[in-house]
C-alpha cells in the first residue's frame, strides 16, 4: 500500500489536478492499493484565514469577495474536470454550501468581533474539504474509483487549536475501521489533509503545512509500505537553489537529516511529518509533481553514501535573538529554568538555544513576530533576578537568520567546524552565537539576515556539495 500526498501546487488548478491523476494511475499499476492526501488549492487556505480575520475586524466586504472568489476557482475547475452534467450540478451544491458555511460563521465572527481559535481551524480546514472532493470527483471522471473523506471523522487530536496533537492510537483504530474496507474494494480514498477533531468532534488543524504530517499520519496508521509527499520541489536538496544555483537533489537521507532540514528551514516537508513513520520504519519519499520523473529523495533509518562531510547547508530568516545577560547569573541556579518555564506558557516555539560557558548570558532564537512578548515575559518572571541585580538586561536582536549544517558524516569527524566557520569568515559574515547538539549531526549558528545567503553560499562551495 501506498499513501501519496500532495500539496496546494499539486492540485492548484484543473491542469494541476489531472497531473495528480496521472501519477495516481502510474502508482496504481505498480501497486493497486492507493490512497491520497491533499492539501488546498494553493492560495486557498491564505484566502480563507484572511477573510477570518477581516471578519473580526468588521471588514464585511472582503469577506464576500473572498467567498466569491474561492466559489468562482473552484467552479473554474470543476468545469474542466467533470464531464457529468448530473455530476457536476451535485458537486457544484457541494462547493456552494461549504463556502456558505465559511461565510456564516465569518458573520458569527462578525458579530462577536473577536476569533475564537476554534472557529479559526473550523473555517482554516474548508479548503481541504473543497479540493478533496473536487479530486475525487475528477478521478472518477477518468475511470478511476475514489471516495473523498474528511479526516476530522478520522484523525482524533487534542484541542490545542492551531496545531493540534493527534491521538495515534485512537486514530489507527478509525483509519483502519473506515479507509481497509474501501481500499479492499478498489476504491481509492481521497482524504482532507490537515485538519483532525477532537474526541468531542470539534474540528482542529495539525499547523500551516500539516498536510505533510497527514499523510505520515495515515501511512503510519495503514501500514504502508511508502509514504511519498508529492511538492513542487525535486526533493531535500544540499542547499536552497534560490541562493545556491549548483545545488543538488539528495538522492537518499536518513530519518535524523531528514528532520534536521525540515526543521531548520527546508521547506520541501512538515518537520512532523516524521514522528508516526520511524517506529515503524516507513520509507518516505520527496518527488515534484510537476517533474513526476525524477527519482526524488528517499528518506529511511541510513543515510546513503555520500561524498562530502555534510548534506546540507539550511537558513531560516525572519527571527530574533533573546538574551538575557547579566554578570550575577554565574553559577546561580534556576534562571534557565524560570526562562524556559516562563517561554513554554507563551507558546512560543525555541528554534535555538545557546549559553555561554562562563554562565553569563543565554541566548534563544524564536521568530521574529514573538520577540518582543517574550522578552516581556522574561522580563516579568525574572523579576526577582533583576532586583537582586542578577540580570543586567533582556535584550533582542532582529534581522538575523540561523544557518544549519546537517549531515551522520559529521559525527567523529575532526576539523569541520573550523573548515565552516572560516568559509564563513572569508564570505565577510559575522557569527553572533553558535550551537551544536552531542549527536553531531547539525552545526547552528546566527547571522545577520543580509549575510545569510553568502554564508550559505560559502559553505555550500567549502564542502563542495555541487559537485
Keep these: 500500500m501506498k499513501v501519496l500526498k500532495f500539496g496546494g501546487t499539486s492540485v492548484g488548478d484543473a491542469a494541476r489536478i489531472n497531473q495528480l491523476i496521472d501519477i495516481v494511475a502510474s502508482e496504481r499499476e505498480r501497486d493497486p492499493k492507493i490512497v491520497v492526501v491533499v492539501s488546498a488549492m494553493s492560495g486557498v487556505t491564505n484566502l480563507l484565514l484572511g477573510a477570518a480575520h477581516a471578519a473580526a475586524n468588521g471588514r464585511h466586504s472582503e469577506v464576500e469577495a473572498a467567498h466569491n472568489a474561492l466559489l468562482a476557482k473552484h467552479r473554474t475547475a470543476l468545469s474542466d474536470l467533470v464531464e457529468n452534467d448530473l455530476v457536476r450540478e451535485t458537486l457544484d451544491g457541494e462547493l456552494i454550501r461549504l463556502l456558505d458555511r465559511f461565510a456564516k ?9 473577536e476569533l475564537p481559535p476554534r472557529a479559526l ?8 474539504r473543497l479540493s478533496s472532493r473536487l479530486v475525487a470527483a475528477a478521478m472518477r471522471n477518468r475511470g478511476i474509483e475514489a ?17 493540534a496533537t493527534p491521538d495515534l492510537a485512537a486514530t489507527t483504530v478509525n483509519a483502519r475501521a473506515t479507509l481497509l474496507p474501501v481500499i479492499e474494494k478498489g476504491i481509492i480514498p481521497v ?7 477532537t474526541e468531542a468532534g470539534i474540528p482542529t488543524t495539525l499547523g500551516r503545512g500539516g498536510s505533510d504530517f497527514s499523510g505520515g ?4 496508521a495503514l501500514e504502508a509500505d511508502e509514504v511519498v509527499i508529492w511538492t513542487d520541489a525535486d526533493g531535500f536538496m544540499t542547499a536552497d537553489p534560490r541562493l545556491v544555483p549548483d545545488a543538488r537533489t539528495l538522492g537518499q537521507i536518513s530519518y535524523s537529516e531528514a528532520a534536521e532540514l525540515a526543521y531548520y ?17 516507513i520509507p518516505l519519499y520527496v518527488k515534484n509533481s510537476f517533474k513526476p520523473e525524477l527519482p526524488g529523495t528517499r528518506v529511511t533509518t541510513k543515510s546513503g553514501a555520500w561524498n562530502a562531510d555534510i548534506k546540507s547547508v539550511t537558513s531560516i530568516k525572519n527571527v530574533a535573538l533573546v538574551t538575557v545577560s547579566g554578570s550575577g547569573m554565574m553559577g546561580l541556579p534556576g534562571i534557565a529554568a524560570k526562562t524556559f518555564v516562563a517561554v513554554a506558557a ?4 525555541v528554534l535555538m538555544i545557546s549559553q555561554s560557558s562562563s554562565e553569563n548570558n543565554l541566548c534563544l532564537m524564536v521568530g521574529s513576530d514573538e520577540a518582543e512578548k517574550t522578552r516581556a515575559a522574561l522580563t516579568k518572571a525574572l523579576e526577582v533576578e533583576f532586583h537582586h541585580q542578577c540580570i543586567d538586561t533582556i535584550g533582542v536582536r532582529d534581522r538575523v537568520a540561523i544557518i544549519a549544517a546537517v549531515g551522520e558524516a559529521m559525527r567523529g569527524c575532526p576539523g ?9 569568515a572569508e564570505c565577510g559574515a559575522n557569527v553572533v552565537a553558535i550551537a551544536q547538539g552531542s549527536s553531531e549531526l547539525n552545526i547552528s549558528f546566527v547571522v545577520d539576515e543580509d549575510d545569510a545567503g553568502k554564508a550559505v553560499a560559502a559553505i555550500h562551495s567549502r564542502f563542495e556539495l555541487g559537485k
Design 105 to 113: 460563521l465569518c458573520e458569527g465572527i462578525s458579530l462577536l468581533g
Design 121 to 128: 481551524d473550523f473555517i482554516a480546514g474548508t479548503g481541504e
Design 147 to 163: 471516495e473523498a473523506f474528511d479526516a476530522d471523522k478520522l484523525v482524533v487530536t487534542d484541542d490545542n487549536f492551531g496545531e
Design 191 to 197: 482524504i482532507t489533509g490537515f485538519i483532525g477533531a
Design 217 to 220: 499520519i495515515f501511512g503510519a
Design 265 to 281: 528551514g527546508a521547506k520541501v516537508l512538515h518537520p512532523k511529518t516524521l514522528v508516526p513513520l520511524i517506529p515503524k520504519q
Design 346 to 349: 507563551l507558546g512560543v516555539n
Design 416 to 424: 569541520i567546524a573550523a573548515r565552516l566557520f572560516t568559509a564563513v
